[in-house]
């Protein structure tokens, strides 16, 4: 497709005081316009036909493009005769979990043929560009031909896992990540027996085990290490909530972020980890996996959660994960509520959880609404906004209150710091030894 530039309305707008000319000063000077007028389009056919057909082109974009950050399609673009420079436009139609990126301009020479195109993960899932829309000027810039390339490219959108492992790596230090592994030396630290051995002076004395020093007749003390190979289920909501961005990004891969933490330092600690997702419906439980080599299984697992439109069933679901866990385990419940009346269901189900499980109760804190309770009100109806904002930042400390006065730990944190809460919390969790 060819189409006049806006320089080729320009130049023909241009011929308008000539045009009226024969009216306003002599009626003979009529073929003034003619004249301009067939100049003005012989050189548009010029530019027209000297405008390249023949587009050659190369695409280079990611396979795997992980959410919250920002990749890159680079396009090689050369035509079949060559400028010192010429200006060029790309468009690129994208699938619908990628955003759709803004129009790239830039002017190609020679030595750099190449256009990037900025590519930001909308939602996980398959994506794909489908064909770039390539918009370009002729020689004398009158003309602008307009060519479809069919791209046809598909990448998979999975989480991102760069912050879980550096954060990994921050956080289990070698006291943390080897507890269990040996006998700890530090008092306070383990309640599972492992040997005897003699008391010496220094030593705490609530460690000397009396009735195996009554029958060796000396003082012996019991060294404890670490107990290892708990189950940490981490309970995912999908549902309508939770597929709401926050900060660009939907709760739930923010959850999936933090997720994925835990469970790398969970599996660095011995522990066994699962995974269960549910919406309307309780979907699968993973089988229980430890050692670090079990990661891959669970990056897999939240790959492929889907995002729900519907309203969460946590009676339906969280009946059906305590009917299948047949011991006592760290549960982690990562989900989202609005108020006090929606979250009744949430809450009692949750306690009743609680009666045999570990509860490790996550939600995610919206910036937006403490943002607008904070703010300097100018006028009337920021007013309106703050005091709506401070009512749900009220009835959600009622909720998280209500649970943390019944026992169930709780984490409201913002989406850049809830995998650090959330593993701040684990291991206070571990050291002291309430799983």
């Not at 009220?394 to 409201?412: A, I, K």
Request: with cysteine; glycine share 6%.
């Amino acid at each position: 497709m060819i189409q006049p530039s806006p320089r080729a309305l320009a130049l023909l707008a241009l011929g308008l005081p000539v045009a009226a000319l024969p009216s306003l000063v002599w009626p003979r000077l009529w073929p003034l316009w003619v004249i301009f007028l067939g100049v003005t389009l012989l050189a548009w056919g010029l530019d027209a036909v000297l405008c390249p057909r023949q587009l050659q082109w190369r695409l280079e974009a990611p396979e795997v493009l992980p959410m919250a950050t920002t990749g890159t399609a680079a396009m090689t673009l050369e035509f079949a005769t060559q400028s010192p420079r010429r200006s060029v436009e790309v468009r690129l139609e994208v699938s619908e979990n990628l955003t759709p990126p803004s129009p790239v301009q830039g002017s190609l020479s020679p030595g750099s043929p190449l256009l990037a195109v900025p590519l930001v993960p909308r939602r996980r899932g398959r994506g794909t560009l489908h064909e770039a829309w390539v918009r370009y000027l002729g020689p004398l810039r009158l003309m602008r031909r307009t060519v479809r390339l069919e791209l046809d490219h598909s990448l998979e959108v999975v989480p991102n896992l760069a912050p879980v492992h550096s954060a990994a790596l921050a956080f289990a230090n070698p006291r943390e990540t080897m507890a269990g592994v040996k006998i700890e030396r530090f008092a306070g630290d383990g309640s599972e027996f492992e040997a005897l051995r003699e008391y010496q002076g220094g030593m705490d004395p609530r460690s000397i085990d009396w009735k195996a020093s009554a029958r060796h007749t000396r003082l012996l003390s019991r060294e404890l290490r670490a107990e290892r190979n708990h189950q940490i289920i981490l309970a995912l909501d999908t549902g309508r909530l939770m597929a709401e961005p926050l900060g660009g990004v939907p709760r739930i891969d923010h959850a999936i972020h933090a997720a994925l933490l835990v469970a790398y330092v969970s599996l660095r600690h011995g522990d066994r980890v699962s995974l269960f997702a549910f919406d309307e419906r309780p979907g699968p439980l993973s089988p229980p996996r430890g050692g670090v080599g079990a990661l891959p299984h669970l990056i897999r697992y939240t790959s492929d959660l889907a995002y729900s439109a519907a309203e969460t069933n946590y009676t339906l679901a969280l009946t059906a994960l305590a009917s299948r866990l047949r011991r006592r385990s760290l549960v982690v419940v990562m989900t989202e509520f609005v108020d006090t009346v929606t979250a009744e269901l949430m809450v009692e189900n949750v306690l009743r959880l609680a009666r045999r499980h570990l509860v490790l109760f996550v939600a995610l804190r919206n910036p937006e609404l403490a943002a607008m309770t904070d703010a300097v009100p100018r006028h009337l109806r920021q007013v309106e906004r703050a005091v709506i904002a401070e009512g749900l930042a009220q009835e959600r400390e009622l909720v998280l209150r209500r649970l943390r006065r019944s026992g169930v730990t709780c984490v409201d944190a913002q989406p850049q710091r809830l995998g650090t809460q959330l593993l701040n919390r684990y291991l206070e969790i571990k050291r002291r030894e309430r799983i």
